[in-house]
């Protein structure tokens, strides 16, 4: 019997997932030393991406030079 996605029930791997760049069928981790994409041009790629923010992680940037009130070096020196 075959569970949603065509998995069987007792399968706890799908047998191949799809590439996150082309969406071509990915071999699992032994035989491809790309996973979870599906070649080494998909994963150098998707390297590409994020050196070239492409990609981004939601939130407040943090690191960009701004100064944070209470870090050391803010205080004066009193003399």
Known sequence: ??????????????????????NRPAAPRPENRSYPFCSDRCRLVDLSKWLGEEYRIAGERTGDGEKVAGTPGDAEDDG
Do not use: E, N, T, Y
């Open 1 to 22: 019997m075959h569970g949603r996605g065509g998995w069987s029930r007792s399968a706890r791997v799908a047998p191949f997932s799809l590439c996150p760049i082309c």
